[in-house]
């Protein structure tokens, strides 16, 4: 899987991480490619051959473009022949606001909007091969969506010392950063992610730790567990198991294996 990124223009960087661009053949036969959770929001368009999901036993096209929320566990997807992506990563914090859209839950969200629009200038530019052209074209409609709503610096100096502290950080002490009550807080984060700033946390953590078991896939298990601040190895496994669907050194195993396509902040396994 070839990955690139572009980085946000600075009056995009309270609200979107970066831009990116995969490929992918996947050959004649549809195959599974399996997402771990992080703790950002993507934006996706698709283009080339089909990405559906598994729902209910069948394979359901999924739209371009399609929003994967929070996970809190891995979700797989299918393709076959030659998939090529634009994604905006977003935290997700900011990305419904960002789209004018009401917060939900985490998982995938198929949804009708404006920016569907783009589809059809990105397949044009991706057919011939130009994709900077392409990520400039979306890097200029989220600037002017961006330019139409307010800045809310609380949720922006909430999510800068979350992922700061790489998500091991009392909600309190996320509030004080923030210049809030616990309370007020608490509500303007559910109300902007669909989530709690615990549950934003516990993501931005295991992100982490994910991050640092492929780069270092020999790294010790009980340090890292201390070094990101769990209570103790058994806490980190389970968390760890709770969005992987595997313990820490199975995955290191599979990262020491080189089955990952990889970048450093999307991670998707592509199944024999």
């Known amino acids: 899987m070839q990955h690139q990124e572009f980085e946000a223009p600075e009056e995009l960087r309270d609200t979107i991480k970066c831009f990116w661009h995969n490929t ?21 368009f698709h283009f080339g051959g089909p990405c559906s999901i598994s729902y209910n036993g069948d394979l359901q096209p999924l739209p371009s473009p399609f929003m994967v929320g929070l996970l809190n566990q891995p979700v797989t997807f299918y393709s076959k022949n030659r998939l090529e992506i634009i994604g905006i990563r977003c935290f997700p914090w900011t990305v419904f606001d960002l789209l004018g859209l009401p917060s939900g839950k985490g998982g995938i969200h198929v949804f009708e909007h404006p920016v569907a629009q783009l589809q059809s200038t990105l397949n044009n530019y991706i057919q011939a091969g130009r994709t900077e052209e392409a990520i400039a074209r979306v890097k200029q409609y989220f600037l002017d969506a961006r330019s139409r709503i307010p800045a809310d610096s609380m949720l922006f100096k909430a999510g800068v010392a979350m992922r700061e502290a ?27 992610s669909g989530h709690t700033v615990k549950d934003v946390s516990a993501l931005i953590r295991f992100e982490q730790v994910r991050n640092q078991l492929w780069h270092h896939p020999d790294s010790n298990i009980a340090g890292l567990a201390h070094e990101f601040g769990y209570t103790d190895q058994s806490h980190l496994s389970r968390e760890f198991k709770r969005y992987s669907g595997t313990t820490p050194a199975a995955f290191a195993r599979k990262a020491k294996k080189g089955q990952q396509a990889v970048s450093n902040d999307f991670v998707a396994f592509v199944q024999a």
């Open 24 to 44: 992918k053949d996947f050959g004649e036969q549809s195959t599974g490619f399996e997402v771990v959770p992080d703790g950002y929001a993507e934006i996706i």
């Open 166 to 192: 790489n998500g091991s950080i009392p909600v309190s002490q996320v509030a004080a950063a923030a210049h809030a009550t616990v309370r007020t807080l608490e509500r303007k984060f559910k109300q902007s």
